[in-house]
């Protein structure tokens, strides 16, 4: 069994910085690729950033271009999300993924090319 454990939301002011972690446990397990996705309340769950194993490369989705940076931790075996310049549209319940076999990097971005999720973080921008 893969859980995967997000933590680090919270309440911050426009401008603000925020940096999520993602840690993975349970069976020895080495995610091809790993996700951030997030949900505001009444939207579909969106597309943040991506990261892949074997060579660090990283995705993101155009609304957090520049902003936030996904990075990762093999020797911990945790993900991190640092969001930066924050926007109350950013406001969401962060959720990490991992998708353990390979898959094309266009899929990154769809919430069902992932085999395991976290419970979600909840992230709060005010104006």
């Known amino acids: 069994q893969v859980q995967l454990v997000e933590s680090g939301g919270g309440l911050v002011q426009a401008g603000g910085s925020l940096r999520l972690s993602c840690a993975i446990s349970?069976?020895?397990?080495?995610?091809?690729?790993m996700g951030w996705f997030r949900q505001a309340p009444g939207k579909e769950r969106e597309f943040v950033a991506a990261i892949r194993r074997s060579d660090s490369n990283t995705y993101y989705a155009d609304s957090v271009k520049g902003r936030f940076t996904i990075s990762r931790d093999n020797a911990k075996n945790t993900v991190y999300l640092q969001m930066n310049n924050l926007k109350p549209g950013d406001t969401a319940v962060y959720y990490c993924?991992?998708?353990?076999?390979?898959?094309?990097?266009?899929?990154?971005?769809?919430?069902?090319?992932?085999?395991?999720w976290g419970q979600g973080t909840q992230v709060t921008v005010s104006s």
């Open positions: 993924a991992a998708r353990e076999d390979s898959i094309a990097s266009y899929r990154y971005a769809a919430p069902n090319s992932y085999d395991y």
């Open positions: 349970g069976r020895t397990f080495s995610p091809y690729v």
